[in-house]
C-alpha cells in the first residue's frame, strides 16, 4: 500500500537536509565535528529504537534522554548557536528586507574620510616603523563583552592617539583597539583567536586574533605586523595581506559604508 507523498514532503526532507549541512559546516569550523556526528548517531539509534523497533521501555528512558538532552546541547553549544542565528540575521537577503523599511525616506549613511583616513594614516606610519597594530572597527554585531576586557578610552579618532596607543612602550599596545560609532572605544582587548589550519604559519598572534573576531562577528580587523610591517585586513573570516595605503583605504570605504 502506498503513502501519500507530496511537495510538502519534498520540501520538508530538503529543507531539514539542509538544516543538517549548515549544522555540519558550523561544527566543523568551531572543531566540534565529532561531537555533531556523536549526536546524529544517538538520533538515529533513538529513533530506529522506538519508531522501528518500538522497544518501550528502552525508548522511553532514550526520549527522557533527548529532552534533557536539548537543554545540555544549548548550554554546550551557546557560541555555535549564538553564531548560527547571526549568520542567519546577517544574510543579504533577509537584511536588505529591514533595510529597506529602515532606511526609507533617509539618505544611506556612508563612512567620511573623517573616520578612515586617521586609521590608514596612523597605519601606513605605523608600517614604516614596523610598530604592531591591532585595530577591530565594530559594524552590527555589539562587541561590548570585548571592550570590557581591555581599558575604556572614548575619544575621537586620531591618527597621533592611534600611534601612541600602539608604541611599543605604551602599556596598551599588546592589545586590540575597538573603534564603535565613529570613536575609539577601548585599547589592550582581548579577542578570541582562531585555530584554522588555513592561516599561513608566518603570520603570528595578531593576525590569528584578527581572524577569530571576523569569524565571530561582522567586525573588521586591520592588523600591522611588527615582524614585517605589512598591513592585512580579516573580513568576513577571509584576510586580505599586503595592503598599500590605496587598498586599505578602499577596504574601509566599502565595508564600513556598505
Known amino acids: ?14 529543507l531539514v537536509a539542509l538544516l543538517l549541512y549548515y549544522i555540519y559546516r558550523l561544527m566543523k569550523e568551531s572543531r566540534s565535528l565529532n561531537v555533531f556526528i556523536g549526536i546524529m548517531v544517538f538520533v538515529v539509534v533513538w529513533l ?3 519508531y522501528v523497533l518500538e522497544m518501550k521501555l528502552l525508548g522511553s528512558i532514550l526520549d527522557k534522554l533527548v529532552s534533557v538532552g536539548v537543554i545540555a546541547l544549548i548550554i554546550l553549544f551557546q557560541e555555535e548557536i549564538r553564531k548560527f542565528l547571526y549568520n542567519l540575521g546577517a544574510h543579504r537577503r533577509f537584511k536588505s528586507v529591514f533595510k529597506f523599511f529602515a532606511s526609507k525616506g533617509e539618505k544611506p549613511e556612508r563612512e567620511d574620510k573623517e573616520t578612515i583616513m586617521p586609521i590608514v594614516l596612523a597605519c601606513m606610519s605605523m608600517s614604516k616603523s614596523k610598530v604592531g597594530a591591532l585595530i577591530v572597527i ?3 554585531t555589539p562587541l561590548d ?4 576586557t581591555g581599558d575604556l578610552i572614548d575619544a575621537n579618532i586620531n591618527q597621533r592617539l592611534i600611534e601612541n596607543i600602539f608604541f611599543k612602550n605604551s602599556p596598551l599596545h599588546d592589545g586590540a583597539m575597538i573603534i564603535s560609532k565613529k570613536r575609539i572605544k577601548a585599547a589592550g582587548c582581548i579577542l578570541p583567536v582562531s585555530h584554522s589550519l588555513d592561516i599561513p604559519k608566518e603570520l603570528g598572534l595578531r593576525h590569528r586574533a584578527a581572524m577569530g573576531i ?3 562577528s561582522d567586525a573588521i580587523a586591520v592588523v600591522v605586523s611588527e615582524e614585517t610591517g605589512r598591513i592585512s585586513v580579516a573580513v568576513k573570516g577571509e584576510f586580505r595581506l599586503r595592503l598599500s595605503a590605496e587598498e586599505l583605504e578602499s577596504i ?7
Open 1 to 14: 500500500m502506498f503513502f501519500d507523498f507530496g511537495i510538502k514532503d519534498i520540501i520538508d526532507i530538503l
Open 48 to 50: 530506529f529504537v522506538s
Open 138 to 140: 565594530e559594524r552590527v
Open 145 to 148: 563583552d570585548i571592550v570590557e
Open 214 to 216: 571576523s569569524q565571530a
Open 252 to 258: 574601509l570605504a566599502k565595508e564600513m559604508g556598505g
